[in-house]
């Protein structure tokens, strides 16, 4: 059981907050891991009344959670824990309103989470401390983005910093929570066959794929504003590649992994201005279809400008100045509205180095986050009969098979539990977001520079052609 707490949602009608933050809490509250002293409170800015606010979050947590856990005692219970409050958080004076609603803290943790636009973590977090909301006990979780460039993100981690102890802040990053990524750390690190291979003098290559089919839903006015870049490469596709690439660190706890985190971010080649004529590309969704639905250009979509430029896919190779990886290319691609949901891992190995038999294909390890979690291994094989022949097949470790169809854990439950037991090892520290905005930074102003605008591709296909030649033209082609 974790520490008796109040939970301060702000954003808390917002759609991360009714769709993941509710019913992972739920789930945490259904296995008994809150204390029943907890208190939830939605902070957002429209007047409702508390049983509005519980009827809204019994409505949204039905549709994401599952029927056979959904359990009507539990919700009862649990939503006995909800509160609402209405305020604006860019006012201070309805902090003091806000401290006067929740009383004295006697012993209970306070943990805020900020699940709001970046712009309005500076004066949240400034209100909170003028109004004594903060003491040594209280902790604050901050949704990516941290920022929209290197400058923004440090005036956003000094203003936290001047408040709260860099041991009170958890920086999520939801992808750290999912149990494949965490399983990649387990497969680096407990299996000695890999690491001999896992280095430049056998890896060919890395790609690092997050594919959407969905495009901006909902959030049109905040994606147009953020762009693939800012919402997906900077926080979840540079994570996956530090956890990749890093060395073992000596410890499996917070300072140690992230120190070797931090080493990659910072190891990684600065993009020159030529770079990113050569090695980058963006691309925006035009009208196409999915699952044999038509669907809108980007520049139709809800709140976003019909001229906007925002890129909705981004693909980038790069490289890591270090002697393990010298000369591995890593090819990172993510966008939306593309034909199919697959976020994947795959690990190209070299091939051998004398070939022997016609059709033979070099190793390759795939890891899959989504759709299924899955890890495969292609090994070549011969084929039953006379004759060599060969064809690849694949090791296959199906997580769901092998640990049985319980209820998969969502990120968010993992990390959300992990705020509350203290424990930030699976989220990034100061200096980790700072050095991910270093490398970032020179793409966005390299595109606005060259008035670079994206490429189109239909909506329902594999992303613009150009993301295509980046590995073409050395031979080598993106899976799946
Ligand atoms: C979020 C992005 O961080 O991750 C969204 O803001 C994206 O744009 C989402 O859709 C993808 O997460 P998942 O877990 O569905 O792959």
Redesign the pocket.
Known sequence: MTIPCDILVFGGTGDLALHKLLPALYHLYREGRLHPAVRIVALARSPMPRNSFQKLAERRCRAQIARSDFDEDTWGRFATRLDYFSMDAAQSADFGRLAHFLGEPGGLARIYYLATAPNLFVPIVTHLSIAGLVDSESRIVLE?PIGHSLESATAINSAIGAVFDESQVFRID??LG?ETVQNLMALRFANALLEPVWRATQIDHVQIS?C?S?G?EN?GAY?DRAGATR??LQ??LLQLLCLVAMEPPAQFDAESVRDEKVKILRALKPITDQDVQDKTVRGQYSAGKIGGQEVPAYYFEKDVDNDSDTETFVAVEAHINNWRWAGVPFYLRTG?RLAKRS?QIVIQFKPVPHRLFDGDRANQLLIQL?PDERISLQMMTKTPGKGMHLEPVELNLNLAQVFGQTRRWD?YERLLLDVLEGDSTLFMRRDEVEAAWAWIDPILKGWQEHFQTPRPYHAGTNGPEQAHSLLARHGRAWHG
Do not use: G, P, T
């Open positions: 990516k939801h992808y999912k997050v959407e969905l901006v959030r994606y919402d997906m926080n979840h939306k976020s989504q990120a």
